[in-house]
């Protein structure tokens, strides 16, 4: 099982912009698809954004669609979530998660089975 570990969490003022990084262990970093969730203080837990292993078509929650870009970086073995205009509502906790492969229910926590720790973002109003 591989290991994740994001950073690039923080404090920012509605407006502002944050670039999450999750960095992965394992060396086949490449043939794993890619998902950040997040969970807000009480809230149920929500995907926001996954990227292929192809990095083709990436897919996005709407809430966020036009706002955040996740990227992949397979000779870095990351994978980036570029965050502008927040809101709010944005406030949570973040996670990064590993698949292998690619599905149509990549919007789905149970399809992933590796996880980071998880990195808090607050964006004040």
């Known amino acids: 099982q591989a290991h994740l570990q994001e950073s690039g969490g923080g404090l920012v003022q509605a407006g502002g912009s944050l670039r999450l990084s999750c960095l992965f262990s394992?060396?086949?970093?490449?043939?794993?698809?890619m998902g950040w969730f997040r969970q807000a203080p009480g809230k149920e837990w929500e995907f926001v954004a996954a990227?292929?292993?192809?990095?083709?078509?990436?897919l996005y929650t709407d809430s966020v669609k036009g706002r955040f870009t996740v990227s992949r970086d397979d000779a870095k073995n990351t994978v980036d979530l570029q965050m502008t205009n927040l809101r709010s509502e944005d406030t949570a906790v973040y996670y990064c998660?590993?698949?292998?492969?690619?599905?149509?229910?990549?919007?789905?926590?149970?399809?992933?089975?590796?996880w980071g720790q998880g990195t808090q973002v607050t964006v004040s109003s």
């Open positions: 990227i292929p292993w192809s990095s083709d078509r990436p």
């Open positions: 394992k060396s086949t970093f490449s043939a794993y698809s």
């Open positions: 998660a590993a698949k292998l492969g690619w599905t149509a229910q990549a919007q789905s926590r149970s399809e992933y089975k590796s």
